[in-house]
């Protein structure tokens, strides 16, 4: 596979196979990802690699906050707090792809809350990345950080892992930073599911739609 057929088949896998995976394929992918390029050479990045009876308890600790009614915050505004179009349109059919797949209903609130839920427990995948930053650091190194996100997810590949990029996991820093013994000196900027792909499972048969390059190139001579 080259490269760019690995960015066109990469996708966003929230199913996996109940199969360990080897630490040494967790560190040969971040051993890859870790030439990616960021501004001035910073490498902003910190990962934690959180697996086994430690990836399950932390887990619990987030689902049970979000089962509790009490609202996750980022720290930092991932999203719009009100969307505009095109891009309110893009999220809406992304919502409707997934849980179409599922067939699970606008009505169905049991099931949609569940099917979120299991983004706090990585979708049970049996790796759980974290990623922080030194609150010191500035906007640049959101951009150095999705770059070096992009490369983990590319080189996973290569070991036949699939991931999925996940804002949910930094919705409850309180939590993962106690759990993990990080202060307020450090961002929480998102996590990373990562594991065996189930591919018989629906929800990991569909593909969100992109827009084509004539929709946000402009090409001046």
Same mark, same amino acid.
């Given at each position: ?10 996708? !966003? ?43 399950k308890s932390l887990g619990?600790?987030?689902? !049970?906050?979000?089962? =509790? ?39 169905d609130t049991?099931?949609?809350?569940? =099917? ?7 979708? $049970? ?59 307020? $000196? ?36």
């Amino acid at each position: 596979m080259n490269v760019s057929e690995a960015i066109r088949n990469r996708k !966003s896998v929230r199913k996996f196979l109940d199969r360990e995976v080897d630490p040494k394929a967790v560190e040969a992918i971040l051993d890859t990802a870790r030439w990616a390029a960021s501004g001035t050479n910073a490498q902003p990045w910190e990962v934690v690699v959180v697996t086994g009876e430690r990836k399950k308890s932390l887990g619990d600790r987030v689902e !049970s906050a979000y089962r =509790q009614g009490i609202r996750g915050r980022m720290e930092y505004n991932y999203y719009p707090v009100d969307w505009k179009e095109p891009f309110k349109r893009r999220r809406i059919e992304c919502g409707k792809a997934l849980y179409g797949a599922l067939k699970i209903g606008r009505e169905d609130t049991e099931r949609r809350q569940s =099917q979120w839920a299991a983004n706090y427990r990585a979708f $049970d995948a049996p790796v759980m990345m974290l990623f922080f930053m030194d609150r010191y650091m500035e906007t640049g190194s959101y951009l150095d950080y999705g770059i070096f996100l992009q490369s983990i997810m590319l080189a996973a590949m290569d070991h036949g892992l699939a991931t999925c990029p996940q804002a949910a996991l930094g919705e409850y820093p309180d939590i993962v930073k106690r759990e993990l013994g990080y202060g307020e $000196d450090h961002v929480l900027i998102c996590g990373l599911a990562l594991g065996y792909e189930d591919t018989s499972d629906p929800v990991n048969n569909y593909r969100t739609a992109r827009e084509e390059v004539s929709v946000f190139t402009r090409f001046i001579e």
